[in-house]
């Protein structure tokens, strides 16, 4: 699949047609994802010369839209299923990105010896992120200045696990907290107002953020989509 931004540029990404393959549904590219890659681009501000921390990369669309646009300092795109993280790192090399390291397993050995390349753009790590088993410290690891994820919010029995990690990221800073954006659609709305209480439950505030003004990917623009900013 290849589509053009608004540059003239273009990202690729190979991708499932099938909406759940191979046990997981990160191989198919979600309306919040191309929305969410929109809005980067119309606030390339909020991602230049920072690094940034992504949640349930995915095909990895949003991630190289803001590396391709954005002027991130560092990228790492993080996943859980084995399958995701390999077609993560063809992806970003389909889009002539260096990956510094790919860390199949968070704290492994191929984290800490990453090779250096002379190239341009970010750095870029993937990385096996276990909501259920990361630490604070593990988190701290990423110096992440903004964290996004994209439609993440779709099963309530992971609500509880997903706030938790949006918990330890806001308090696992030594200074300041990093910005957390959240793309969701809105396709069960019970799912979604359970997540809204489950922040407020642990103490996040949230504010909807405006949408991009803008259409420059394929979707559906009846479907509901809106962004979260977090809080503490």
């Known amino acids: 699949e290849l589509i053009k931004k608004p540059s003239g540029g273009a990202v690729t990404v190979q991708e499932n047609v099938a909406i759940i393959s191979q046990g997981t549904t990160g191989l198919v590219t979600w309306d919040a994802g191309l929305y969410l890659a929109e809005w980067a681009l119309e606030n390339p501000l909020v991602f230049t010369n920072r690094r940034i921390l992504e949640l349930g990369s995915g095909t990895g669309l949003t ?76 988190l701290a690891e990423f110096q992440a200045d903004v964290v996004i994820a994209a439609d993440v919010v779709f099963d309530p029995d992971l609500t509880q696990t997903l706030v938790a990690v949006l918990q330890k990221l806001l308090t696992s800073a030594d200074d300041s907290p990093p910005e957390i954006y959240i793309a969701s659609t809105c396709r069960n709305p019970d799912t979604y107002s359970h997540f809204q209480r489950a922040l407020e439950h642990a103490g996040i505030r949230w504010t909807v953020v405006p949408g991009p003004r803008k259409n420059f990917f394929p979707y559906d623009r009846n479907t509901k989509i809106s962004i979260l900013k977090l809080l503490l």
């Not at 002379?118 to 790590?125: C, F, L, N, R």
């Open 63 to 138: 991630g190289i839209t803001i590396c391709k646009a954005c002027g991130p300092r560092a990228y790492a795109f993080t996943d859980h299923h084995q399958r995701v993280l390999e077609g993560l790192s063809e992806n970003i090399h389909l889009n002539g990105f260096f990956v510094l390291s790919e860390c199949h397993r968070l704290g492994g050995e191929s984290c800490g010896d990453a090779e250096l390349a002379e190239s341009q753009g970010p750095s870029i790590i993937t990385a096996e992120l276990d909501w259920n088993s990361v630490t604070e410290q593990q």
